[in-house]
């Protein structure tokens, strides 16, 4: 079953560093995501991207976010300047036009 | 999003039918009702979703209130493995932002 993948499972990161999360969507899905779960908490929509640009961002995701498609399969996520507060699991998803997303399993970053 | 109402946990024995009840009072004409899981901390994962009529699939069965008001997510054997945090979703459905809630926290018993 195809699913989607990201890596690394765990960063640690120093504050202040820039870290780039990966993420290998569902080949043939479009539509692509970035959500995050602080620990204990909810999880929350960051991002939406469509046709190689953003199509839907939340508060959460300022300028010290980006995110890319830089090849045609990876999906990344990029925090210029990581804060403790940004210490979260993020997950990437992917879906096909008007059907469920798929989420992989995460990455836990943590900031210390 | 139209806000969704569940209880904050339940508990099953194994092998037993789970009923996970969802209020969604505000829903909109064309928001559907979509339940996703989350085990531990793992991604979330989709299970079933409908906007009217009552739907099943491999993993579970969703009832829809002839209002629509309110749904039921039932998981028909429950397993060790059924247990984790569930997600009721009022959601338009057009590749739009998943608003997700607490859930409801179902612990599948031996």
């Known amino acids: 079953e195809p699913e989607v993948t990201q890596t690394p499972s765990h960063q640690v990161t120093q504050m202040g560093q820039e870290v780039i999360l990966r993420c290998v969507p569902i080949?043939?899905?479009?539509?692509f995501y970035w959500y995050r779960q602080i620990l204990g908490q909810k999880v929350e929509f960051l991002v939406s991207?469509?046709?190689?640009?953003?199509?839907?961002k939340s508060e959460i995701f300022d300028d010290q976010f980006s995110v890319e498609r830089p090849d045609g399969s990876n999906f990344t996520l990029k925090i210029r300047s990581t804060k403790l507060e940004d210490s979260a699991m993020y997950f990437c998803?992917?879906?096909?036009?008007?059907?469920?997303?798929?989420f992989g399993q995460g990455t836990r970053l943590t900031v210390v | 999003d139209a806000k969704t109402t569940q209880p904050p946990s339940m508990d099953c024995a194994e092998g037993r039918a789970a009923n996970l009840p969802c209020n969604h009072s505000?829903?909109?004409?064309?928001?559907?009702v979509y339940w996703y899981r989350q085990i531990h901390s793992q991604g979330p994962q989709y299970i079933i979703h409908?906007?009217?009529n009552n739907e099943t699939n491999e993993m579970a069965s969703l009832i829809i209130t002839e209002d629509r008001k309110s749904s039921t997510l039932i998981l028909p054997h429950a397993t060790l493995r059924d247990t984790a945090v569930y997600y009721c979703?009022?959601?338009?459905?057009?590749?739009?932002?998943?608003?997700f809630g607490k859930g409801i926290t179902l612990s599948v018993r031996p």
């Open positions: 998803a992917s879906s096909e036009p008007r059907l469920e997303a798929f």
């Open positions: 080949s043939n899905h479009l539509y």
């Open positions: 991207f469509y046709n190689n640009e953003i199509s839907e």
């Open positions: 505000t829903i909109s004409g064309n928001e559907y």
């Open positions: 409908g906007l009217k």
């Open positions: 979703i009022a959601h338009p459905g057009a590749n739009s932002k998943l608003t």
